[in-house]
Nanobody, 117 residues
Framework: QVQLVESGGGLVQAGGSLRLSCVAS????????MDWYRQAPGKQRESVAT???????DYAESGKGRFTISRDNAKNTVFLQMNSLKPEDTAVYSC???????????WGQGTRVTVSS
């Protein structure tokens, strides 16, 4: 059974930092592209950051220079370091795994991030 379990969300003041984690089980983690998505109240889900199976990264404009995605294949974990948080970063953040050869994809349940002004 595949599980993606996020943690690290919470309430933080604007300008603060949070580090989100997503632990995967039931998959060969190193074979998966990992993404962080977010969905703010009343808005569509959007991609935040991506890290490929070889470690290359990509970011949405909203997070460039503030967010850093990383992975630890030995621990089946992907991280999202978020700095200089803004109230508009408030959302439920979910991790997503896509097999590098298209053999399935999976979602976590999400962790809520609230940034107060």
């Amino acid at each position: 059974q595949v599980q993606l379990v996020e943690s690290g969300g919470g309430l933080v003041q604007a300008g603060g930092s949070l580090r989100l984690s997503c632990v995967a089980s039931g998959i060969t983690f190193s074979m998966y592209i990992m993404d962080w998505y977010r969905q703010a109240p009343g808005k569509q889900r959007e991609s935040v950051a991506t890290i490929s199976s070889d470690g290359s990264t990509d970011y949405a404009e909203s997070g460039k220079g503030r967010f850093t995605i990383s992975r630890d294949n030995a621990k089946n974990t992907v991280f999202l370091q978020m700095n200089s948080l803004k109230p508009e970063d408030t959302a439920v953040y979910s991790c997503h795994a896509t097999h590098r050869y298209g053999r399935g994809n999976y979602w976590g349940q999400g962790t809520r991030v609230t940034v107060s002004s």
